[in-house]
């Protein structure tokens, strides 16, 4: 495995814009996949998520993505809004 160095990004000029990526750490060194992640990986994509479930991520990503100082946003408001908003068809 390489030591961790800083990775030197050259800032593209205007014509390269388009085309420059920088360099991703996990692309140096081992890129053989860890059998235990990939088992984990298989057997969650055989699992059905269920409505409930879903619907509850729904409710923690909405959380998750209000302003950290809005203090009436709680996940419980979150949830009752999700329940009787309407949306325009």
Known sequence: MMPSQPVRVKMPNKSEKET???DRKQFFGDTTPDPELAKLLKDAAQTTVSEDDLREQRISFAYGNAP???KNITKDSVRHTSEHIRLKS
């Open 68 to 70: 950290a100082n809005a």
């Open 20 to 22: 420059a990526m920088a």
